[in-house]
T-cell receptor, first 114, second 109 residues
Framework: DGGITQSPKYLFRKEGQNVTLSCEQN?????MYWYRQDPGQGLRLIYY???????QKGDIAEGYSVSREKKESFPLTVTSAQKNPTAFYLC?????????????FGPGTRLTVT | AQRVTQPEKLLSVFKGAPVELKCNYS??????LFWYVQYSRQRLQLLLR??SRESIKGFTADLNKGETSFHLKKPFAQEEDSAMYYC???????????FGQGTTLQVKP
């Protein structure tokens, strides 16, 4: 079940620490996305990247940062500035950055900050 | 503003009963609409999209621009349909998806 992978599955951190979530895809997709999933709130877009070396803020980018140095990889860093970082994080990719295309999702990383 | 609303948090039906999961959207242009599904312990995956007008696992969804709705329907629910369903709106040239809050469908035996 390759395609798009996220690691680790569970992550625990102390408050005040930055943490980086990994997202890799072997689908040769141009576009990649990070979402946050909270109960009762659906999925909210954190950052997205339409092409290598370019990315844009989504709806809830504050306290997060990303990089897109390689087509296959789109890591997300949750910084200490994120006020409520405990959540389930989903990475996705699509063949192109167009609203017409299906997004393929990873299995997610559950981050717990105490 | 672009918005997707799924008014029901939980929908519980008996096996064999018809199912309708509601989705309303707000979008000024020509919408691209999707239904995604998340089964227990599986990743989120596409169920169907309005542009292909297909039926997947017996589910259909018709885009009603007048009512700005994209409700998901199935005439006879099965237990394996129990899952979380998300309606999503595709945004222009960015590929951004705007998701509704999700509806948990529970099909009882």
């Amino acid at each position: 079940d390759g395609g798009i992978t996220q690691s680790p599955k569970y992550l625990f951190r102390k408050e005040g620490q930055n943490v980086t979530l990994s997202c890799e895809q072997n689908l040769n997709h141009d576009a990649m996305y990070w979402y946050r999933q909270d109960p009762g709130q659906g999925l909210r877009l954190i950052y997205y990247s339409q092409i290598v070396n370019d990315f844009q803020k989504g709806d809830i980018a504050e306290g997060y940062s990303v990089s897109r140095e390689k087509k296959e990889s789109f890591p997300l860093t949750v910084t200490s500035a994120q006020k409520n970082p405990t959540a389930f994080y989903l990475c996705a990719s699509s063949i192109q950055a167009s609203g017409r295309y299906e997004q393929y999702f990873g299995p997610g990383t559950r981050l717990t900050v105490t | 503003a672009q918005r997707v609303t799924q008014p029901e948090k939980l929908l519980s039906v008996f096996k064999g009963a018809p199912v309708e999961l509601k989705c309303n959207y707000s979008y000024s242009g020509s919408p691209e609409l999707f239904w995604y599904v998340q089964y227990s312990r599986q990743r989120l995956q596409l169920l169907l999209r309005h542009i292909s007008r297909e039926s997947i696992k017996g589910f259909t969804a018709d885009l009603n621009k007048g009512e700005t709705s994209f409700h998901l329907k199935k005439p006879f629910a099965q237990e394996e349909d129990s899952a979380m369903y998300y309606c999503a709106l595709g945004s222009g040239n960015t590929g951004k998806l705007i998701f509704g809050q999700g509806t948990t469908l529970q099909v009882k035996p």
